[in-house]
């Protein structure tokens, strides 16, 4: 089975809900606009409760040192930057840190992917989503889908991950198109923004194993 990221959670229920359909990570979001978003102290309540074997990723968008050490206390185990970092900065929180960090970029040309993965720097991982519309606050999570074909033929020098309007109904399609390292949802398995659905991550990662 493709390893699943299921993103942005902000209760319990959801969080043991996504452990037990079998989500490889859990997202917690850290920056202010998303409807997703948690505190540090709140992301700490949440993540007390996950198992060792599911990891923990900070969805960060151009954060300081401080969020970072902040999100860190809080038993994150992985960054993922999401905002305009540089390759430089990449580098740097790595260095810093010493935790896996990925790179998260929205893409909509070919261009944009050559670009994402030339700024990836040391990244880990790249996670290739959907770019943000001109007027959105939020450069992810947004439920939309890039052209997925556009990653044929490319092959990034780290693991990618896919992201971007993906759900139950489209996610084979998606499969049977690319063979990403990872598939990562957040906005498809959920009943409004910020809601996740129990149902909706059940059925998600059904698919992904039948995939």
């Not at 909509?108 to 050559?114: K, L, M, S, Y």
Request: a neutral charge; glycine letters at 10%.
């Amino acid at each position: 089975m493709i390893p699943i990221k299921f993103c942005g959670f902000t209760t319990p229920e959801t969080v043991a809900a996504a452990v037990a359909a079998g989500t490889r990570w859990l997202g917690f979001n850290f920056f202010g606009p998303s409807p997703r978003y948690v505190t540090p102290d709140r992301a700490a309540g949440l993540i007390a409760a996950v198992p060792a074997s599911v990891g923990n990723v900070a969805v960060l968008v151009d954060a300081d040192d401080a969020l970072i050490d902040a999100v860190l206390a809080a038993g994150i185990d992985i960054l993922q930057l999401h905002g305009r970092e540089s390759a430089a900065r990449i580098a740097a929180v790595k260095a810093r840190t010493g935790r896996e960090v990925w790179r998260a970029a929205g893409v909509a040309t070919r261009a944009d992917i050559a670009a994402a993965i030339a700024g990836a720097g040391p990244a880990d991982r790249l996670l290739l989503d959907a770019k943000a519309p001109k007027d959105s606050l939020l450069p992810g999570g947004n439920g939309l889908a890039f052209d997925w074909r556009l990653m044929q033929g490319v092959n990034p020098p780290m693991p990618w991950g896919l992201s971007g309007g993906l759900d139950a109904d489209n996610v084979a399609a998606a499969l049977a198109v690319l063979r990403p390292a990872f598939v990562d949802v957040s906005s498809g398995i959920e009943e409004r923004p910020g809601v996740k659905s129990v149902a909706k991550m059940q059925a998600f990662a059904s698919v992904v194993r039948g995939a």
